[in-house]
T-cell receptor
Framework: SAVISQKPSRDICQRGTSLTIQCQVD?????MFWYRQQPGQSLTLIAT?????????ESGFVIDKFPISRPNLTFSTLTVSNMSPEDSSIYLC?????????FGSGTRLTVV | DAKTTQPPSMDCAEGRAANLPCNHSTISGNEYVYWYRQIHSQGPQYIIH???NNETNEMASLIITEDRKSSTLILPHATLRDTAVYYCIVRGYYGGSQGNLIFGKGTKLSVKP
């Protein structure tokens, strides 16, 4: 299965600022997925990122708040913009494979 | 909304089998059952998946009822390191298709000494 490197692993940010999270995969993949996990909650899909096209966002998530880049088949970034304390969550990237999905280790974001 | 129903929590004694149930009564014929687990502060980890036959790998066994409306994940000899939240997920798998996973609330399994 694919190996995902996600960074930063954690960060503490001031409200009103932005943070960009990077996700690097060791193999080429068509789709990459970004999830959010709020404290004590399950994972919620933010968007699906395809190389060469705009990301597809789930209900409740918008591009202005969570812009995504997908410059090639092994890399993607998620930016959390104009952060507020409600954005404090773990953010995870994921890729699919023949037999299952692999997840990054997550970025634990705290907004103060 | 998630298509599965799981108990919110379960306890298991170390060394005993852990049997985690999942109801998926609205599963369609082309949907697979996937199981993942999330150990605290880590990303979810794939465990096993199946369509209609029982499956076994080095981590667990998956038992799917004949009508496919429910399944059970079995960890044959639970250890303390198996303490995690276990997610049962159904989704279609179309040979190379890579759609997203939809997570429910899962079952928090606590393995106790």
């Amino acid at each position: 299965s694919a190996v995902i490197s996600q960074k930063p692993s954690r960060d503490i940010c001031q409200r009103g600022t932005s943070l960009t999270i990077q996700c690097q995969v060791d193999s080429q993949v068509t789709m990459m997925f970004w999830y959010r996990q709020q404290p004590g909650q399950s994972l919620t899909l933010i968007a699906t990122a395809n190389q060469g096209s705009e990301a597809t966002y789930e209900s409740g998530f918008v591009i202005d708040k969570f812009p995504i880049s997908r410059p090639n088949l092994t890399f993607s970034t998620l930016t959390v913009s104009n952060m507020s304390p409600e954005d404090s969550s773990i953010y995870l990237c994921s890729v699919g494979g023949l037999y299952g999905y692999t997840f990054g280790s997550g970025t634990r974001l705290t907004v103060v | 909304d998630a298509k599965t129903t799981q108990p919110p929590s379960m306890d298991c004694a170390e060394g005993r089998a852990a049997n985690l149930p999942c109801n998926h009564s609205t599963i369609s014929g082309n949907e697979y059952v996937y199981w993942y687990r999330q150990i605290h502060s880590q990303g979810p980890q794939y465990i096993i998946h199946g369509l209609k036959n029982n499956e076994t790998n080095e981590m667990a066994s998956l038992i799917i009822t004949e009508d496919r409306k429910s399944s059970t994940l079995i960890l044959p000899h639970a250890t303390l390191r198996d303490t995690a939240v276990y997610y049962c997920i159904v989704r279609g798998y179309y040979g190379g298709s890579q759609g997203n996973l939809i997570f429910g609330k899962g079952t928090k399994l606590s393995v106790k000494p």
